[in-house]
């Protein structure tokens, strides 16, 4: 968590991160809002093999509910996909998985005619692009509509080509298709029961192969397959689908918004999705069976409203056997605010952090790890006067089973300022919980358990005035990852004491950091610390030879004469400031 103390800093900052989350849209990524979902190599099942990489390439695929996407292929023949404006009415809302080395994205107004009406090769986008479907080759999606010819005239932006009992080859115009994509959503939100999933007169939607085409690998439902084509198989049982639907309800009782993601936690190439920046609600997904983690910020209000509250809520382990409902309830959140025993009278400044990270079985991470700055912003788990979100909170969680996962909240507090020279000591405390979200996180440390860090910081011998260090700092390393704790933007040169604490002293090691007044950046030795244990620290001192003892405290007024002769010799810091030379950090 790196914590930056300039408002213009934090404000670029939080921009970046927010640009991030709009062009990421609801694809998949490791500790943020996922991003990309396709791993180096296949680890989906075997659902029939790709063409060879081709070249790189950048398309764009327009699927039959109108929704477009860019689809990015590299050398190695990866996919990435992420959603251009306009298109169908899903609202930007869409599933997305890797099988056989393809991207599959399901926009959600076609989830529920899945393994009924529409074929998923439909939506293999990277097949797409090999059969030469993209936008840039074909204005129009090849079809076979079962169904009687006038039924399928009647469908939306389609034109049937030819008839045969029951039947119809067919286009759909591109142009044409939000119209099939919105009487896809109406359809379904209309529809009750076994109707849920169907088109009035319409059996069967399927991908007609264009001559010349490459075979398109077979679809991993079973209900989309020739009799005589073998079904892909997963631990050695048949691969199903079922409907995975997530709702939230936020602290306040209403309807939340959420952003966050669900992880396979067998496998994140099986399935990885997002709920994008700035939150979204409802929304369903089609998924394989098997162990889900879902995670989101659930907020009042999306979180471009900045009153919004929010806490994290996090189901590490969904078991999918059926179609399941799943509802994040913020109201369950508990309140994290540790706190000091024994807190200095001078005002503390406040700055928290939690850090989750969810490891599928596979090696798949999705999550904010520690030393994720702008997914906190993101995902509004960071706290900060600059954030204007003064309170954090987060469900309590049980041990998961299957893979691994980790919570550590950081609190940093800083008398009087959190930057500049009149910041006093600092207090930085780490608390790695570990494989779960414990039931109180409101604990109160004690000054003996506190490691006491005693350092004396030198400017650069020059005889050019200096304001003093730009940066003091922290590195922390735990067992799953590593942070930098930081308060001490533009700190004062001289001596300063900061207290650190971690609740497993005997796993974490502590790294302090000092940028000079040249910017250069110097890195101490990597220790651990025990609680009650005090160290000393002297920073940019210089060569032994070279070395010089700071001056005494300044207590006598600066008078223009006492700061004339602090030119070279007088030991006053407060003159010596003044006179503009030969500063008392480090002799020449």
Not at 282 to 290: D, L
């Amino acid at each position: 968590m790196t914590i930056h103390h300039r408002l213009g800093s934090a404000r670029l900052l939080v921009t970046a991160g927010l640009a991030l989350a709009l062009t990421a849209g609801a694809a998949p990524a490791a500790a943020a809002p996922p991003l990309d979902p396709t791993p180096p190599h296949t680890t989906g099942p075997a659902t029939g093999p790709a063409t060879a990489a081709p070249e790189a390439s950048t398309s764009t695929v327009t699927l039959l509910t109108g929704d477009r996407f860019q689809v990015d292929i590299d050398e190695r023949g990866r996919q990435q996909v992420s959603r251009l404006p306009g298109g169908g009415p899903a609202g930007g809302t869409f599933s997305q998985f890797t099988l056989g080395g393809d991207t599959y994205v399901v926009p959600s107004e076609a989830v529920p005619y899945l393994g009924k009406t529409i074929d998923l090769r439909l939506f293999n986008v990277g097949y797409l692009v090999r059969a030469k479907l993209d936008d840039e080759r074909s204005a129009t999606l090849p079809v076979t509509v079962r169904a009687g010819r006038a039924q399928a005239e009647a469908l939306p932006g389609t034109s049937v080509t030819a008839a045969a009992g029951s039947a119809a080859t067919a286009t759909v115009t591109k142009k044409e298709a939000p119209a099939l994509g919105r009487l896809l959503a109406e359809t379904w939100r209309a529809a009750k029961g076994d109707a849920v999933g169907t088109l009035p007169g319409i059996e069967r939607i399927e991908l007609a192969v264009p001559d010349g085409a490459p075979e398109p690998p077979p679809s991993p439902l079973a209900t989309d397959k020739p009799a005589d084509q073998p079904t892909a198989k997963k631990d050695g049982g048949e691969l199903s689908y079922y409907m995975l639907t997530v709702d939230s309800i936020a602290r306040d009782g209403t309807p939340g918004t959420m952003i966050g993601a669900v992880q396979n936690v067998s496998d994140g190439a099986l399935a990885t999705f997002a709920f994008a920046y700035p939150g979204e609600g409802k929304k369903s997904f089609m998924v394989p069976e098997g162990t889900y983690s879902i995670m989101a910020s659930v907020l009042t209000a999306p979180a471009t409203d900045l009153t919004s509250e929010t806490a994290l809520v996090i189901e590490p382990e969904v078991r999918v056997g059926a179609d399941t409902s799943v509802v994040l309830d913020a109201r369950k959140a508990v309140r994290y605010r540790p706190e000091l025993a024994s807190p200095p009278r001078a005002p503390l400044i406040r700055s928290e952090s939690l850090s989750f990270v969810r490891t599928s079985a596979a090696g798949d991470e999705t999550g904010i790890g520690p030393s994720g700055l702008l997914a906190g912003f993101i995902w509004k788990t960071y706290s900060d006067p600059v954030t204007g979100n003064p309170d954090l909170y987060v469900t309590p969680t049980r041990r998961v089973k299957k893979g691994d996962f980790k919570f550590t909240g950081f609190t940093l507090l800083a008398e009087n300022a959190d930057s500049g020279p009149e910041m006093g000591a600092t207090y930085k405390l780490v608390f790695a919980y570990g494989d779960a979200v414990p039931r109180r996180l409101t604990p109160v440390v004690r000054k003996s358990e506190l490691a006491t860090v005693r350092s004396t910081l030198y400017n650069t011998a020059s005889d050019a005035a200096s304001p003093g260090p730009v940066t003091r700092g922290s590195f922390v390393f735990l067992p799953w990852g590593w942070s930098d704790v930081n308060h001490g933007y533009l700190p004062a040169a001289g001596d300063r004491v900061d207290y650190v604490y971690s609740t497993r002293p005997g796993e974490t090691y502590w790294q302090h950091v000092m940028a000079a007044d040249t910017n250069e950046v110097i890195l101490g030795e990597r220790r651990k610390l025990r609680p009650g244990q005090e160290i000393r620290e002297v920073w940019n001192l210089g060569p032994p030879g070279r070395r010089r003892r700071p001056p005494p405290t300044c207590r006598r007024p600066c008078s223009a004469s006492a700061a004339r002769a602090a030119r070279w010799t007088n030991p006053c810091c407060r003159c010596a400031w003044r006179a503009g030379r030969a500063r008392w950090a480090r002799s020449t």
